[in-house]
């Protein structure tokens, strides 16, 4: 299983970016798709997390201002990012767990959030 993150960039405080998570096979075998960051001088925390069924969560941090979104036809994982701070500056990693519980990672996309 091979995860790829894109879609990071340099965003002004305020706006906004989508970022993407392309997944070799289908998503649909996994039971959770995940969003974690990891900013200089801080533990890799997560961000927001999407079950097979739909249901979502999200790190109070970022509530009102992600979302996240799955598509089991294109085995795409999404976060809309919104409202950006420079506290969300970090690199985005996608996250695939199966039923076993067995995690998957892939290489993540820089985000960075300056005036």
């Known amino acids: 299983v091979q995860l790829q993150a894109s879609g990071g960039g340099v965003v002004q405080p305020g706006g906004s970016l989508r970022i993407s998570c392309a997944v070799s096979?289908?998503?649909?075998?996994?039971?959770?798709m995940a969003w974690y960051r990891h900013a200089p001088g801080k533990q890799r925390d997560v961000v927001a997390g999407?079950?097979?069924?739909?249901?979502?969560n999200y790190a109070d941090s970022v509530k009102g201002r992600f979302t996240i979104s799955r598509d089991n036809a294109e085995n795409m994982v999404y976060l809309q990012m919104n409202s950006l701070k420079p506290e969300d500056t970090a690199v985005y990693y996608c996250?695939?767990?199966?039923?076993?519980?067995?995690?998957?990672w892939g290489k993540g996309t820089l985000v960075t959030v300056s005036s």
């Open positions: 999407i079950t097979r069924g739909g249901s979502t």
């Open positions: 096979g289908s998503i649909a075998s996994f039971n959770v």
């Open positions: 996250n695939a767990r199966n039923f076993y519980d067995m995690n998957y």
